[in-house]
């Protein structure tokens, strides 16, 4: 799958359930709606559906949410999606989890030839994490990074770095992760979504963050490239890899290698813009793949050629009505 800028589309992110066990407040609003279930793909239709584009090109797929191990029999789908690590057409098949049920299903994951997660860890303080995830139990997470570890599963953390929440406990998150061998990634809050709070209270730019670290810790830049809008750069002083996501301070839409698809079926070529295609009824008109390959071919024809974040008080609604929840991080 070639985009009109010359784009190779080899990353599908599904997002396979839009309901989550925890609100974190920049992500959620606190009485979230969710789809009603009948409105969601079966997991043999999300199957079918990754199945469709891992024949396009993709070479890695990562099931994302909502919280994706909260979506019953979930580990049937990732059993299933293994076969294509197995024939060699899929290069990963990875996952971004709040880590709530990962002492549970580590092992299977394992098993089924995952390799790498990414768990998303905001605070080690337990109270802040109750605060802000609205529900969670920070020990329940930290038993589920233990759990994975132990099972050779590689984590990386994902933070959003939230002003006046956890900007004084970046070094301390750090070095913990790395501490623990696993790479820390500093995530832009992202407007997305209508949440209680006002965004720009919590912004933090990674550029502000990064200056502060460079106080403590040498950093030394990286080639390492994602396709993403993440920049490495490499610790001195833990030999670990840190990451940084700027998808407001400074976009990277030119290397953009992915596509994301949600739990009903419908496809977002960008993260940042609403333009989207349904491949629900293409998936269920017919039995073979010929509507649903047209209707995939037709939105990577459309896939635009960035984003255009922005966040500014005079910008007050969010840049995309869809919360992350939808298409997922
Ligand atoms: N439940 C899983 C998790 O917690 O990782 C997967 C879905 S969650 C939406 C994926 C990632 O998006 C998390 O790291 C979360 O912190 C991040 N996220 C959610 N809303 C965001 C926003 N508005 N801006 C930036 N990151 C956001």
Redo the contacts with the bound molecule.
């Keep these: 799958m070639i985009d009109p800028f010359g784009r190779h589309v080899t990353y599908l992110r599904v997002?396979v359930t839009d309901r989550?066990d925890?609100r974190?407040s920049?992500?959620?609003a606190e009485d979230m709606e969710f789809l009603p279930r009948k409105d969601l793909l079966s997991l043999e239709e999300l199957d079918r559906l990754c199945t469709a584009f891992v024949a396009k090109g993709v070479k890695k797929l990562r099931l994302?949410?909502?919280?994706?191990l909260v979506r019953k029999n979930i580990m049937h789908l990732v059993r299933s999606l293994s076969r294509h690590l197995k024939s060699g057409a899929l290069e990963e098949l990875t996952?971004?989890?709040?880590?709530s049920q990962l002492a549970r299903y580590a092992a299977e994951l394992a098993e089924a030839g995952v390799r790498r997660v990414?768990?998303?860890v905001?605070t080690l303080d337990p109270k802040k994490f109750h605060d802000i995830t609205r529900r969670g139990d920070l020990d329940r997470v930290l038993a589920g990074i233990d759990a994975a570890l132990a099972a050779g599963i590689a984590i990386k953390i994902?933070?959003?770095a939230l002003k006046g929440f956890n900007d004084a406990e970046i070094p301390q998150m750090l070095r913990w992760a790395h501490g623990r061998g696993m790479d820390f990634t500093l995530?832009?809050?992202?407007?997305?979504?209508e949440?209680e709070g006002d965004?720009l209270d919590q912004y933090l730019p990674l550029s502000e963050v990064r200056r502060s670290l460079e106080q403590d810790f040498t950093l030394a830049d990286i080639p390492l490239r994602t396709g993403g809008p993440a920049r490495y750069v490499e610790v001195k002083e833990t030999g670990g890899r840190l990451g940084f996501?700027t998808?407001l301070t400074h976009n990277f839409c030119e290397g953009c290698n992915r596509v994301r698809v949600t739990c009903t079926g419908t496809l977002y070529m960008c993260l940042g813009q609403d333009d989207a295609a349904d491949l629900r009824a293409p998936l269920r008109e017919s039995e073979g793949n010929e509507l649903l390959n047209v209707a995939i071919d037709e939105a990577i024809g459309r896939k635009p050629k960035g984003h255009d974040f922005v966040i500014d008080r005079a910008t007050s609604r969010p840049a995309v009505v869809r919360?992350?929840?939808v298409?997922?991080?």
């Design positions: 997002s989550c925890f974190c920049y992500c959620m994302t949410g909502g919280e994706p996952l971004t989890t709040n880590g990414n768990v998303s905001d994902n933070a959003v995530i832009e809050t992202m407007p997305m979504g949440i965004r996501i998808p919360h992350m929840s298409t997922g991080g």
